[in-house]
């Protein structure tokens, strides 16, 4: 069992000529393993950077992030098995694997990184890590160009399992995917984080799947945590005026046929 | 005056590579006047194909085979785009039929002030106007779409995404088109702009009364929006008909699956698992 602890976190960007941004005003929630949270808002109301932060790929102003207790290391070994605990899926598979690189070097590379297996065992486990997400063992030595969008995400899903993660942050995981293949992405995810009992920070804009795919939503507005309950709650019952703004916005063609009557 | 603005009849469109690929089978639609058609489809169905062959827009190695094209003026003439010649399909295109393309965000030259953009189409379309006319008519179409005459000496970066796709709208309606052509406009944008925009091309559409051919994926969306939805697989069209019978009553298979790849906002879980003890 991990728990992840974001506690009070504020960040602020300095912008050149206009001042202080304040990206995350007093962000708090605590992500735990077999947990889906589904992270919503707008563009630019802080998504993203709470994924930055996770990752540490950009550190708090102020607040503190807690990891078992313990806050997230600076440096060393310790960062180094911070990140093997709590992996990122991106949101571009065009962009996030290596053009140069096989498929068995983006899976191997993590393996050897974070000493998951022996040295000997390396090929089984990629072997076994792309049937987990259910490619072809065939494709291992293919380069990514030669793979379709999804079967890239699936890579790249694969990528983040590599390590045995507890935690895993998917930001917007198939917003680039076309839409027939989304579900399969999602559903695969969603089994993953059965079989593994993985915690999942579900990053996205889209709130039908955010209130299917998780067990929570985290409703943001220009960094300030607006709504956060039980997903089927915050879209049927949203409490807060943003939160009704965008459940209105989303097209729902069930609602607008049911209101024209004739059901 | 006609009442439908554009008939296509039998249009194909083939890429000559090696084999040839048949982008767009046998296509035969009536457009009328004032009517939103959604266009939906998978990636690399034949979409954005089509509607650049309505245009006459494609590049070799993409060929029109077979069919044609007709636009239906208001002034009553009918025109054969298929037929038309370089300097009269110059003139048609963009009077006539303009275009929102696709991925907007990237559409605007970076290095040009957008009432610079603007005033191009003024200076190609109708050189008969005046410098200050120009200007005048950029500064009106800019307050049209709420982006605001003083945003004239912007730069593309210096707006938002929302934004620039607005001013991409404006600049389609710079010379009141019949019919506007609109690839995957609001994809890249956020639920809450997405709707602003949609609800804004409603308004302009009840304003000026031009037909709207609208590309996406997003099936819910057009259902929310059309007044019919083509329905297209493998460069063919398979289904076309009102969202209503669409949402309730699809018959190809297809269809029905592009359907169920859409989890419901507030109905039943269909398609999607969630929790322990779900089969997959």
């Known amino acids: ?263 | 005056m006609s009442s439908s603005v554009l008939t296509l009849d039998d249009f194909s469109i083939v890429y000559e590579v090696d084999p040839p690929v048949e982008a767009v089978r046998n296509v035969s639609l009536t457009l009328q006047r004032g009517e939103i058609l959604g266009l939906a489809g998978e990636s690399g169905c034949g979409k954005t194909t089509l509607a650049y062959g309505i245009q006459r827009l494609l590049k070799p190695p993409a060929v029109i085979t077979s069919g044609s094209v007709t636009f239906h003026d208001e002034s009553g003439d009918d025109i054969d785009i298929t037929r038309l010649g370089a300097s009269s399909l110059r003139a048609f295109r963009w009077d006539k039929i303009s275009m929102v393309f696709q991925g907007a965000m990237n559409a605007l030259n970076p290095v040009i002030t957008i009432g610079a953009q603007l005033a191009d189409v003024f200076q190609t379309h109708r050189p008969e106007m005046s410098r200050a006319e120009r200007q005048e008519e950029s500064a009106r179409l800019l307050d049209l779409v709420r982006v605001g005459r003083d945003r004239l000496r912007s730069y593309p970066h210096e707006l938002s995404g929302g934004m620039r796709q607005r001013v991409m709208i404006a600049m389609a309606l710079a010379l009141k088109p019949q019919l506007m052509i609109m690839d995957e406009p609001t994809t890249a944008l956020d639920v809450l702009i997405q709707r602003e925009i949609l609800q804004q091309i409603s308004e302009l559409r009840a304003e000026f009364g031009f037909s709207v051919i609208f590309i996406t994926h997003d099936l819910p969306l057009l259902l929310e929006i059309s007044d019919r939805i083509a329905i297209m697989l493998a460069g063919e069209i398979v289904e076309l008909d009102t969202p209503e019978n669409i949402y309730r009553g699809a018959t190809h298979p297809y269809t029905q699956k592009l359907l169920g790849s859409f989890p419901s906002l507030t109905g039943d879980r269909g398609g999607f698992i969630r929790g322990e003890g779900l089969a997959s």
């Open chain 1, 1 to 263: 069992m991990t728990t992840l602890e974001f506690l009070n976190v504020t960040k602020k960007y300095t912008v050149r000529g206009a001042g202080e941004l304040l990206a995350l005003d007093d962000v708090s929630f605590t992500l735990t393993s077999g947990r889906t949270i589904a992270l919503v808002g707008q563009s630019g109301s802080g998504k993203s950077t709470i994924a930055k932060i996770l990752t540490q790929l950009e550190s708090a102003t102020s607040g503190s992030i807690l990891l078992d207790g313990k806050p997230i290391p600076r440096r060393g070994a310790a960062l180094r098995a911070y990140r093997q605990q709590v992996r990122m899926v991106f949101q571009d598979p065009y962009a996030s694997l290596n053009p140069y690189h096989t498929i068995r070097h983006h899976l191997e590379r993590p393996l050897r990184l974070h000493s998951v297996v022996p040295k000997a065992e390396i090929d089984a486990e990629v072997k076994r890590l792309l049937e987990r997400v259910r490619l072809d063992t065939g494709l291992v030595d293919r380069h990514p160009h030669e793979l379709s969008g999804g079967q890239r995400q699936r890579v790249a899903i694969a990528r983040a399992l590599a390590s045995r993660p507890s935690l895993l942050i998917a930001d917007e995981p198939v917003s680039m995917l076309d839409v027939s293949i989304r579900l399969g992405v999602l559903n695969l995810l969603a089994e993953l984080q059965r079989e593994s009992n993985l915690g999942v920070l579900y990053i996205t804009h889209d709130l039908a799947t955010a209130r299917h795919f998780s067990d929570e939503i985290m409703v943001l507005n220009r960094g300030v945590v607006v709504e956060y309950g039980d997903a089927d709650d915050v879209i049927l019952n949203p409490q807060h005026e943003y939160t009704r703004q965008l459940r209105d916005a989303s097209p729902n063609p069930e609602a607008l046929f049911s209101r024209k009557g004739a059901k």
